[in-house]
């Protein structure tokens, strides 16, 4: 049992009745025919709390296995990082590996919530330590499970593997991984496929980058409708994050770690000998 | 059973014992440890016969329920959408909506086929006529499920929902989708959340973007490894397609179509009433 | 594809507002708002159509992996198998694999047709030449998964492994399989298990028995009401089998067979060495 | 986090290398190549603790909707309940509800431990207050989810509802349950069906019966091989229960809760209105 311990009691009846924009208020009333309008019930971020729960026992047993998950805060808006300093991550609220990034950023943040403003950011998460061979064909892909996993994060609205969407810009003879091989070990020239070919682990860094919009809570005066399908304008008052990728970080690492450990205890296991079935007897 | 009418029975005996780089090769043989080098077994696209079978019954269920499935080609390579005329999408053999961009993304790809080489591209979905109400809380959102659904279709590389990696840019007070109502009915100003809001659809157009990389096998030499882990080069012969994205553009639709009409199905059923006992009883 | 080429086109007129006792059109009714009185819907064993299908491919691969699924009706009412012949099962209308038990069983039906009334029966399933180790701990346990399969059968009341609910009236000294080694095989004494040992097979044969109810549709005259929630009588007429077993046979051995399938799949992987993590590490 | 306060260290070298009869260490061995042969590891009821966490939750969140879960001991070998008196479930160790029957078990089971010997034995589970249209169809139906659920635990053998197996050797004219009504509500005169149909849940007791075999861990010795394949001798000390049904209790209720909630939660839901498209459009 987690406790709640900064919640702040406050009156919530000014949105009792409205639905504000871009947020689960009108999709959860329609799907129910109710909403919890005390924080967003299902919606709200709290349920996390279980998933960073569960994340921490993952995150254990993937360590002794050899495998870490990392993530961190990559753009505040189009302030994206410089350099990367992992070792800064824990350093600064942002969770940015870039100590004059991070600065630059909350420069910007210290003005946006001036505004009453917000802004989105993206995200980016790897994967290292993972052999080859993870994940499984066809509608159980390894990033199909992952994509599923941190789409299921709040606020996010993309999510790619590698070069990601610049990779639909290249062509074939700049875009492939040329193997090569050193002392009997396997080595990718390039990482552009961000570590998974087929659905399937091919030994180097997963690599996977995530969008997230704006938080959808603003201070400044927005038009929208009421239960009753009135016109309106609505005014969000409350402790709200003018960003909120630094509050995902644990999330993404979260449901990344409990994935890959799925498919890692799937394969703890007996091995089929495939070769001789698939060779001799088809 | 869907026979294969065209396939031409050749000699892969070149490639038998060579990994494609960027191709499931090297991923497949370290999990199985073999893997069909005639065509690639479950990784090879064939598979997604069942897939589109599946999804016309599905397209056709949706129809009657006035939800409709579209999806095209937006993009090849660097070469992207000018204007939108759906009608054109069937009548060209890249599945784009643009005469002119299609004309020109023509003679890219003429050219590319006489290098030897493959481009990427994007794909476009949208769903229309889908009521909100539809997704499931928490991990089963409507596009954590649709992310997996696509992100499971070979050499797709990202994923993304409305306005996708551009919202993490923008502000809350430009990205947020304004609500009004007119005569009873409910309208959004914008759709940049792409129809989906807290994994529920909001009523307005899903929309979804898909990355996909080039083609791996190309004719250009490359090098590579061979299954002793020596280096080598590999010049891979064959009708591969340059251009992958319109193949692409029925799976997409198919997809789409399964998993919306699956949460149609479990909505199809008794309504528990939760008001009751959301508000009285906790 | 599957044609019904055996449907009679009759008037279920005088069913469309009452409910049979026992069948499924009240709680479709409860749960969706209508049902299909022409025969069911998705209630209607016509949906096994499906599972056939793709038992029949999965039966297949299964048998190149030297695994055989085989069914046959192990009781009529109280009529049960005194001997087991297998050649005999395709032989006979019931799939029972006793001559003697089938023509005392047919004699009964006979009868039982003369009354309008049906019975309920057993069927028996084993499957042979499964190697040990196929099954997953915990929530996905090999006899979970195979309930699960076999219950999601129409008219199935129970399901049980090995002695089943025999083995309640047991003592452990009585019970327990033991067992023997000879020229470096393993082997069991008894086989009072069925064939699972905490979820996972043992590598000896897994039996599994199953109860069906007689079949609800009876042209007795029976109490009921209508949808209008008032008393009345119902009559039921068309080709009822008075007897479902035998038409539950081949779903049986599909249902097992792809669940089967399913898990061998699963293991044809990669193997992560766990001894290593297990001793050393934890 | 539950700490296990009643673990006592003790040495279980003796069966380190021995497989106990009817006991998962020889598959655990064959599926992963080790067991954990200090309690059983994941093949251990320790793993149940986090069922009957999660079951306390479901079963709370129940209450307040109405249902109620109860489970307890039906029989203990031979000995069967002669009478149903639901406060002494509780009042005694063996959670039976018949003070004579669990006297004369108590006598029973004093003898068993003086034999260093085991017993199998009965639970009865029963649902109430569930409202009819719970349970999804085809291969998600109520019974089939209940029975993976159930058999999921350990030492299960086999589950069934209503009559169960005695459903078998009745004629439909006698396992009918016949529909009447009373002031507008419905009714049925038996519950032989055990409040499923077709999958479904019809708004009576959900009842299930399961069986459970002997423990298998006893003190008399037995034959049975060590990992090396030889015959061997077993003698297997320390506190283990003659009798695993009342500690399997809790564990049924949790799992019943969950599933049963589970389902409760997907029908908390939009309604689309179905009967327009069934009949108008198809």
């Known amino acids: 049992m987690v406790h709640n311990k900064d919640c702040i009691s406050k009156d919530y009846s000014n949105i009792k009745d409205i639905y504000r924009p871009s947020h689960a208020d009108f999709t959860y009333d329609k799907k129910y025919g109710f909403r919890d309008y005390r924080g967003g019930g299902r919606a709200s971020a709290r349920e996390s709390v279980a998933r960073v729960c569960a994340g921490a026992v993952a995150k254990k047993i993937l360590e002794e296995l050899g495998v870490n998950v990392l993530a961190y805060t990559a753009s505040v808006g189009k302030i994206k990082l410089r350099t990367i300093d992992l070792s800064y991550i824990d350093k600064n609220p942002l969770k940015m590996p870039c100590k004059e990034t991070s600065k ?74 040329i193997f090569y091989s050193e002392n009997n070990n396997v080595y990718k020239k390039t990482n552009n496929s961000g570590g998974i070919l087929g659905g399937i682990s091919d030994g180097s860094k997963i690599t996977i980058n995530i969008a997230f919009k704006p938080t959808p809570s603003i201070s400044i005066p927005q038009d929208t409708i009421n239960s009753n399908l009135e016109n309106t304008t609505i005014k969000i008052k409350g402790r709200h994050d003018p960003f909120i990728v630094p509050r995902a970080i644990p999330i993404i690492e979260s449901m990344v770690a409990i994935t890959i450990l799925d498919y ?10 495939c070769v001789k079935y698939a060779y001799e007897n088809f």
């Open 264 to 273: 890692i205890l799937i394969n703890m296991t007996k091995k089929i000998d």
């Open 104 to 177: 630059e950023a909350m420069v910007f943040l210290d003005n946006l919530i001036k505004e009453g403003d917000s802004i989105g950011g993206t995200a980016y998460c790897e994967i290292s330590g993972l052999k080859s061979g993870i994940g499984e064909p066809v509608f159980e892909k390894l990033d199909a499970m992952l994509s599923k996993a941190i789409m299921s994060i709040n606020a996010t609205k993309g999510v790619s593997f590698g070069l990601g969407f610049l990779a639909s810009e290249q062509k074939g003879s700049q875009y492939n991984d």
